[in-house]
């Protein structure tokens, strides 16, 4: 009688458990089956700050940029904006700044103010800020060179290139590697934005230069250019 | 019985992990995302050309499922992945425009 009654018992408890697996089987089959539509919120940032950054190389690239070319292109941006899923932030205010020659120095600078989120917090803009620095330093050494039957005098320079870009995302500087665009002039990389220029005398661009700031005084500018396609003013003394 | 029970036991236990190993890997899909745009603006900055671009996001995007798509003004972007960065590359001085256009997913 008692071994009967346990018999029936275990069944039941078997049965109860199969029941369990079975409903648990079946609830996670279907949960399988259901797709996930989870919500994404863009990463806005980076990219938007590299992006202004090359529209301002695109615009130095140039050789004339000024508020005018940089607003069209920021236009230009707008319109693909909304088409392709470039995200960019409201763009407040553009600015080139021009070329500021402290004595053997070229700094050409660009600012671009956007209203990212922390804007509307603080209500202030942030900036996103590209500098293009080109120091000359003359050596004092000359030589001659010789390109088909021409000969050359060539003006030694050390010359320092560098890009800086600042953003509220990353702050970066680059090293931009330069070309010739004549074939005349001789490169020689000295470290990481250190180059020695051999710039052709006969082929240079007289120039006002303020060497101590201030004082005018006559000198030459040969252009070179960098990977992007800017000019790159090398400066000496006549 | 009892290896019935050993059976379905296994088997819900299996169904388990497949769910929870597809589940794990749909929501991977944002980190690929975040992954998408930082390559995108690092081959930015460093580019000249959209080839250049594109070269530099596949070195960045290494181990990771993404799409690039180079393209010209209004041409439309048909991803096979659903997250979409874009940047438009200017040649200012020719006025040639090219979007460049990084998708990742699951």
Redo the contacts between chains.
Sequence with gaps: MGVKRGTAERRRGQLALIGVIVLASTLIALLSAYSLQPKIAYERGHLQAAQLVHLARACMATGSCNDAKLEELVGRLCQLNQTYPIRMYNISEKRVLNPDPSGLTVTNATVFRIKTLQTEFTNNPEEVRIIVTTASEPTGRRYSKRVGDRVYTMVEVKVTYTHSYSSPFFNVTLCPSLRTTDGVADLKRLGKCDWLVGAPLELSQPADINVPPGLGVKGYRYDLKDEFGIAVPVLFRG | ?RH??AA??G??FA??S??MV??TA??G??VS??GA??A???A?????SPENVTRLVSIALNGTNYEVHV?N??EP?EPKLP???????????TNE?K?V?VCAGP
């Design positions: 019985m019935l029970e379905a036991i088997l819900v169904i388990a497949a769910y597809a589940l749909r929501q899909a944002g995302g975040v745009q930082r995108l603006a690092w930015l900055l460093n580019a000249q393209l003004w209004g972007l997250f979409c960065y874009g940047a438009a590359l200017v040649n200012a001085t425009v979007v256009a």
